[in-house]
C-alpha cells in the first residue's frame, strides 16, 4: 500500500482526500511556479506537474524520508510499498481570460462582477507520481466543470467579499461555502470546482496501481493508508 | 427579519442551511407522509409540502410558540418578523423506478447494482411557507440533477454498503461523502442531491420577501435570523 502525500495546502483538498476515506500526508510544494501555456487546460496541468514533481523530488532527495521509504518499500512483500505524490492546481477561465485567486478586495469585486449571470469553466489539473521499486509511473490530467452564476446585485458581490471567503479562492469564490447562495448548476465534477477530481484521481488510481490491484484497492474494497 | 424552521431532522439538510449563512431551528414534521403522484418530480412536491404544512400547523397550534411568534411579530417594526418554514424532499430516480432510503443492506446493493455504470436522476421537492401579519405566502418547486456514476464492481458495491453510508440515504449513496470516488459528473445543482437546492431557496427568498427586500436581505447584505 502506497504513502499518499498531497503536494498542497489547500485545507479543501485536504479535506476531499479525507471525505473520500484516503489517509495522507502533507508536503506543501516551494517551487517557483513557472507558466509557458496559455490555455487554462493546459497551464493547470504544468503547475500540477511542477509541484508534485517538486515534492516528490525532495521526499527522494531527503536522506531520512528516503532511507524510511526504502526500508517501507524493502520490507514490504513484493516491493509494493511506494510513495503516490498528488499535485494540482485550480484556476477559473471566464472568455479567454484566466481567473488565478484576487490580489485583493477590488480584484475580487472585478472577478466576481464578470462571473455573476453567467457561466465559466474551472480547470483543475492534477498529476499522479507513483515511485515504487518495481513499479514507477507519472500521469497528468485536468478536469473542466462548466460553473451557471445566478446574477448577483452589487451590494451581494460587496457582501460577499466582505466576508473574507473569496480571497485564497481562484475566481474569488468558494462553491462549497457561502457562495452556494449565488450557484444555479453545474456540468461536470462538483469537487473539480472545490479543488481536486477525487473521482476522477480514484478510477485513475485503480486502473494504474498493479500493487492496488493485488492489494483489493481496485475493488475498493481496502483504504490506501498513508 | 423571519425565523426560518427546517422542518426536517437531515444533518445534511441543516449543514446546506448553515453552509449559505442562515440560522434557523429544527422542528421536524411527524406527518404519515400520503403519495397520490407516481412522477417523482410531483411525488417530492407533494411530501415537502406535507411536511412543511405539518411543521407551519403545529407551530402555529403551540400557544406559547404562538404567543411569542405574535409578540415578536408585533413588536417588529413594520410587522416583517414573521415565520418561514421549509419542508423538502428527496428521492432518486432511475428508469422510472423512485428510490428512496433502502430499507436494509440488499436493497442498498441492489440500488447500487442499478445506479452504478449510469446516469440518474435527483429531485429535490422544497416546500417554502412565509407566514406574517403583513404578508403570508406558500411556494413548492423541484429541482432535478442529473447524476452520472463511474462502474463499480461488486466489491466496491460489497465495500461501500459495509460503511454504512448508503443506509440512510435516497438511492443508497452520500455523494458528499465516500461515494464521490464514484461520482464522474453531475448536471444541475449539487446541493439539490444533498438534499437542498440552496441556490433556487435563497433566490425565491431573494424574490418573494417584501419585507427582506427593505432590510436589505435581498442584497445579500444581511443574515436572516433565526
Redesign the interface.
Known sequence: MDKIILASQSPRRRE?LT???LDYQVIPSTVEEVITETDPKLVVQELSRQKAEDVAGSVLRDRIMREQWEKDTVEAENGREGILVIGADTVVSYQGQILGKPVDTDDAVRMLSMLQGNAHSVFTGVTLIRRGLKETWQVTFAEE?RVHM?P??E??I???VG?GEPMDKAGAYG????C????????????NVVGLP???I??ELKKRCRSSQKE?I????ERIRA
Open positions: 476531499l471525505q473520500i476515506g466543470t445566478y448577483m446585485t451590494a451581494e460587496r457582501w460577499y466576508t462553491i462549497q461555502g457561502l452556494a447562495r449565488f450557484v444555479e448548476k453545474i456540468e461536470g465534477d462538483y469537487n477525487v473521482g476522477k480514484w478510477q483489493g481496485a475493488d475498493g474494497t
